[in-house]
Nanobody, 122 residues
Framework: EVQLVESGGGLVQAGGSLRLSCAAS????????IGWFRQAPGKEREGVSC????????YYADSVKGRFTISSDNAKNTVYLQMNSLKPEDTAVYYC???????????????WGQGTQVTVSS
């Protein structure tokens, strides 16, 4: 059974940091790209970042470049999203997703987790 389980969300003040984790199981982690999306109430889902587990290549949305860092621990089948300098507009439910490439993942296909809430207070 494929599972993507997000954790690490919470409430933080503006300027603070959080680290999200996405633990994957049920598929060959090294063959997949793992991405992070977010969706705020009343807004469209936004692709935030992606990492290819096979070669480590990464993608970041312009809205998070320089503040968020994605990384992968292939031994633990886990992808992390380190979020620094958080802003109130980063408030959203954050989801991880997996597909064979970052292009496919960020297009919205593949496997999805259940999401974790991130709330940034001003």
């Amino acid at each position: 059974e494929v599972q993507l389980v997000e954790s690490g969300g919470g409430l933080v003040q503006a300027g603070g940091s959080l680290r999200l984790s996405c633990a994957a199981s049920g598929f060959t982690f090294d063959d997949y790209a793992i991405g992070w999306f977010r969706q705020a109430p009343g807004k469209e889902r936004e692709g935030v970042s992606c990492i290819s587990s096979s070669d480590g290549s990464t993608y970041y949305a312009d809205s998070v470049k320089g503040r968020f860092t994605i990384s992968s621990d292939n031994a633990k089948n886990t992808v992390y999203l380190q979020m620094n300098s958080l802003k109130p507009e980063d408030t959203a439910v954050y989801y991880c997703a997996a597909d064979l490439t970052c292009v496919a993942t960020m297009s919205g296909g593949g496997y999805w987790g259940q999401g974790t809430q991130v709330t940034v207070s001003s």
